[in-house]
């Protein structure tokens, strides 16, 4: 875990009185309702990761709001650390190495941006938290696309197309958004009226 413990203790505080049992049936049943609204959503994805909390099994949607939030930069700042050992490893040409350098910077954004959506959410202030998971979803397409503009129209067979290292980090953030973004949309609808 990479997670800044200040963080880490606003959120314990925040879900500290749960209620004992946890609620699997609870997690599918909001991934299934997730799925069913976006194509690219990946169901198994979602279930895994909430079941997989770093601060025990959220069992409301709050909690389970910002599960993905934390996980997400987790793996934001582990991204940017992987990025950093691939730059030292030296087995990217002139091109690579930039692309690598313009990711490092996004994945280091994508973690601020992540720590800013859980303090927002935390204070109840979805709409800026759905903006800053949003952001950081975008900074690892820009990403992916730096590296996909190697081969823009260029005459090439498949071997020599162009593929990022990242994107298996590129799809654990982007999926990790997803969840949260729905979830802090079904929650928004729930309190329209109060906000
Ligand atoms: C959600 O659950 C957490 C504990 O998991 C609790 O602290 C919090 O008050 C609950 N929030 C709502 C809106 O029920
Ligand atoms: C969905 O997520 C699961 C678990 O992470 C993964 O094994 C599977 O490949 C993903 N499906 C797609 C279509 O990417
Ligand atoms: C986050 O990244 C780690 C390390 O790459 C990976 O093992 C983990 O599955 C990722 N978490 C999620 C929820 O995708
Ligand atoms: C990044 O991940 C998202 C979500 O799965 C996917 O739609 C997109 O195509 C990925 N980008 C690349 C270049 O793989």
Request: charged share 20%.
């Amino acid at each position: 875990m990479n997670l800044p413990l200040h963080l880490i203790s606003m959120v314990l505080l925040f879900i500290l009185v749960s209620p004992a049992h946890t609620s699997d049936d609870m997690i599918v049943k909001t991934c299934e309702k997730c799925a069913a609204k976006t194509e690219i959503f990946n169901s198994t994805f979602c279930v895994s990761s909430l079941e997989a909390s770093p601060i025990g099994q959220p069992t409301n949607l709050t909690a389970m709001a910002v599960v993905p939030m934390l996980e997400a930069l987790d793996n934001a700042t582990a991204t940017a650390s992987t990025i950093e050992r691939m730059m030292a490893g030296g087995g990217f040409d002139g091109y690579g190495v930039a692309c690598l350098r313009d990711c490092l910077q996004l994945y280091q954004d994508a973690a601020d941006e992540l720590a800013d959506a859980v303090r927002a959410f935390l204070k109840g202030q979805f709409g800026t938290a759905d903006v800053m998971v949003s952001a950081a979803m975008d900074a690892a397409v820009t990403c992916e696309q730096g590296f996909a503009e190697r081969d823009g129209g260029g005459d090439h067979d498949d071997d020599d197309v162009w593929r990022s290292p990242l994107g298996r980090e590129n799809y654990s953030l982007f999926e990790l958004g997803e969840i949260s973004l729905c979830i802090i949309s079904m929650l928004s609808d729930g309190v329209s009226t109060a906000s």
